[in-house]
């Protein structure tokens, strides 16, 4: 599914493709490239997460001054050169390392006029990233879903994305490329974990601010763009605060994100999947890429919400090893994109999920506690406070389980607190009594007041992104009426036990459909 959500992003660009046919010949020059990539990166300092040491180091097209990265063109790396009407895409001649330079003369020919004039010619690398030209603004995206055989080296598909601009020389005929940096690079050394074997690693953005998503890019201002809305099938925007590379060839030493570059000041969370079924994680709290942005290759970027352009980085993480004592297992919702709609989403969940404690064994429809439900992977949780009970206490029919709505909700925040990338939809329903009941509603109400901070308001209108962390609570019953009417943020569903979809109200008494979904209980 999330695969093609991205499909229907890249799709949603309202720039249209340029012509993509070779022009009919002219009299004139043939057009000679050359690109070099210039050391405009932070290089920032490898973070341990765990007590390992010797990562190993891998080469890349990143321009620094040390011996284990360098700038290098592939063969079969393919760039996207255009001259704001056509574009082609180009490899370079030879492989090249340390100067980084050499002719791209393989592919299409631009040919230019025999008047000697100046032309102007842009370049984008990696092609398969180009969405479409428009004169000197080229689309591009950093997708959510990564692979990793695209992102090593030498794949000739993906690589750090890169720009330039230039002008003709020798008379119309030679054009040299300087590239610079528009995006942040990652990697994480797996090479301490030996116990399992390595499926797919995400990267998840603490603050919550995109890493992802499509962007334009002007190569005559150097300024970037994000479309905050574009408005497609699986979600309402591109931008992710996750981005997952998956397929890892076993025995890989390193993983390699590109991402937006966006100053991250409460870092990243690292979840690594593995072939088990096992979900590992470790978190960084420190900030990264907090530099301004100088670079006459990036001059800003504008469109993620509350986020600071920063210079591209690179950084690396060292995961360790999968057996010390702060792994968390179980975030699956850390390899979701956040830029999936909510009700889109497939949640597990438990039907009378506070039950394992039931004083009754033929009212006892759980085994495990609301914490171990959550622990062990469940995301959906009913939860039925009596209404004749003055604590909420919850019920299953007239068997009492000593469990209250307080205690079920406090077992959900402290997960959420500890476990920031996932989420967990919680229906509540009144157990016994006609619907209506005030002081039901009243208590309700008060109980879901002492969590507001925790409850992602309306958070099936949206994507999955402002969800994590949070709860998204909807009512079987009103639970506004009393003589608390403030709106919490969640809402209303019809009861019913088929698979179709419901209709979802505001629960401040509003009858306009705000929403749908689909449950099963």
């Known amino acids: 599914m999330f695969a093609s959500a991205l499909a229907l992003g890249a799709c949603s660009s309202d720039d249209a493709l340029v012509e993509q046919t070779k022009p009919l010949p002219q009299a004139g020059q043939e057009m000679a490239f050359s690109g070099s990539i210039a050391s405009d990166i932070e290089i920032l300092e490898d973070e341990e997460l765990d007590a390992e040491n010797g990562a190993s180091k891998v080469k890349s097209r990143i321009a620094v001054n040390s011996d284990f990265q360098i700038s290098k063109w592939f063969t079969n790396d393919k760039i996207s050169v255009s001259d704001g009407t056509l574009n082609y895409t180009y490899s370079p001649s030879a492989e090249t390392e340390n100067s980084g330079s050499s002719f791209i003369t393989s592919g299409n020919s631009f040919t230019t006029d025999d008047t000697g004039d100046e032309s102007t010619f842009y370049a984008f690398y990696p092609s398969e990233a180009v969405l479409a030209w428009n004169g000197s603004k080229v689309s591009t995206m950093i997708w959510t879903e990564q692979d990793y055989s695209e992102n090593i080296e030498g794949s000739g598909i993906l690589g750090p994305y890169i720009a330039a601009k230039a002008e003709t020389t020798g008379g119309g005929a030679n054009a040299s490329f300087d590239f610079g940096h528009i995006c942040s690079v990652i990697d994480v050394d797996i090479s301490g974990i030996t116990s399992e074997t390595v499926d797919a690693v995400s990267l998840y953005a603490n603050s919550q601010l995109s890493i992802a998503g499509k962007m334009n890019f002007d190569c005559d201002s150097k300024i970037a763009t994000v479309p905050g809305n574009d408005a497609t099938y699986y979600s309402y925007s591109t931008q992710s605060e996750m981005v997952r590379v998956s397929n890892v060839t076993s025995g ?46 990036l001059a800003s970027i504008s469109g993620v919400t509350d986020g600071s352009a920063c210079l591209p980085y690179y950084k690396k993480y060292k ?21 999936v709609k909510f009700n889109h989403l497939s949640l597990p969940g438990a039907h009378d999920a506070a039950t394992s404690a039931c004083s009754y064994n033929s009212a006892k429809c759980q085994a495990y506690t609301v914490a171990d439900l959550l ?41 959420l607190t500890n476990n ?25 109400w008060s109980c879901l007041n002492n969590y507001t901070d925790v409850i992602a308001s309306y958070g099936w209108q949206g994507n999955l992104n402002p969800c994590r962390g949070k709860m998204v609570v909807i009512f079987r019953n009103t639970y506004t009426g009393g003589s608390n009417n403030g709106d919490l943020g969640c809402g209303k569903v019809g009861w019913g036990s088929s698979f179709n979809d419901k209709s979802i109200f505001t629960g401040n008494g509003s009858t306009t459909e705000k929403g749908r979904l689909r449950y099963q209980d």
């Open 375 to 415: 622990q062990k992977g469940c995301r959906a949780l009913d939860l039925r406070p009596s209404y004749n009970s003055s604590t909420l206490e919850i019920y299953h029919g007239i068997a009492s389980t000593g469990v209250t709505l307080s205690n079920a909700l406090d077992a959900v925040k402290t997960f």
């Open 319 to 339: 995961f360790g090893s999968i057996t010390s004592t702060n792994v968390r297992k179980m975030n699956w919702m850390a390899m979701v994109p956040g830029n």
């Open 420 to 444: 920031p990338t996932e989420t967990v939809f919680v229906l509540i329903a009144q157990e016994g009594g006609s619907d209506g009941n005030t002081n039901w509603q009243d208590r309700v």
């Open 252 to 297: 890989a030493s390193v993983v390699r994100f590109y991402v937006l570059p966006v100053a991250q000041a409460k870092g990243f969370t690292i979840t690594v999947h593995t072939t088990s079924g096992n979900y590992y994680t470790k978190s960084s709290s420190s900030a990264v890429g907090t530099s301004d942005v100088n670079s006459e290759y």
